[in-house]
């Protein structure tokens, strides 16, 4: 299959950022595809880790922080720790996604047209069928697979060319600074 002008400009983005193309695109792709239930079941835990600590500590989150920190035994403590630790982890990469979507939006060539078929494929709480999101952007069936394609790569250089590069950095950073902190204050 002949590759578009636009898939071609992408994959000269992928070289910019020194990314491999055909990988990272499918790794962008298997991101999207495990973002719905991802996201239910962050919803879902959280719920569940609420419902858990009112019927065990009570409805004041006070004295159930209270109780964890100064009663309960450490299992038990570092068991509630790992799993808040877990909720707010995958949260946050939630918002990269959602962050990377709407720099997509942004996007000058097909923004808003990649930013819907993305959201509607992948990301809103419904599934969409791909009939459903071709009426959507208005698009006959070769357009709209190929801006789907170039949606998907467009997504591989927003989160690995720029999303997680800017968070390892700002990483990196912050542990900078908290070195540099702890080493002025036991100096």
């Known amino acids: 299959m002949a ?61 159930a922080l209270s109780y964890l920190e100064n009663f309960a035994p450490d299992r038990v403590l570092e068991d509630f720790e790992s799993r808040v630790r877990n909720i707010f982890e995958t949260k946050w990469l939630i918002e990269i996604i959602d962050n990377a979507l709407a720099r997509i939006k942004e996007y000058p060539v097909y923004g808003k047209c990649y930013y819907t078929i993305l959201h509607f494929s992948y990301l809103s709480c419904d599934k969409h069928s791909n009939e459903e999101i071709m009426r959507k952007v208005a698009l006959e069936k070769t357009a709209f697979y190929q801006r789907k394609n170039e949606a998907i790569a467009i997504m591989g250089i927003a989160l690995w060319g720029y999303a997680l590069p800017t968070l390892l950095k700002e990483l990196s950073d912050e542990k900078k600074k908290e070195f540099c902190y702890r080493e002025h204050i036991y100096a």
Request: aromatic content about 8%; hydrophobic content about 40%.
């Open 3 to 63: 590759k578009g002008k636009m898939l071609r400009e992408l994959e000269k983005m992928y070289e910019n950022h020194e990314l491999p193309f055909l990988p990272t695109m499918m790794k962008a792709k298997a991101v999207l595809s495990i973002y719905r239930n991802v996201v239910w079941a962050v919803k879902n835990t959280a719920q569940c880790l609420v419902c858990e600590q009112e019927v065990t500590y009570g409805s004041d989150l006070g004295t």
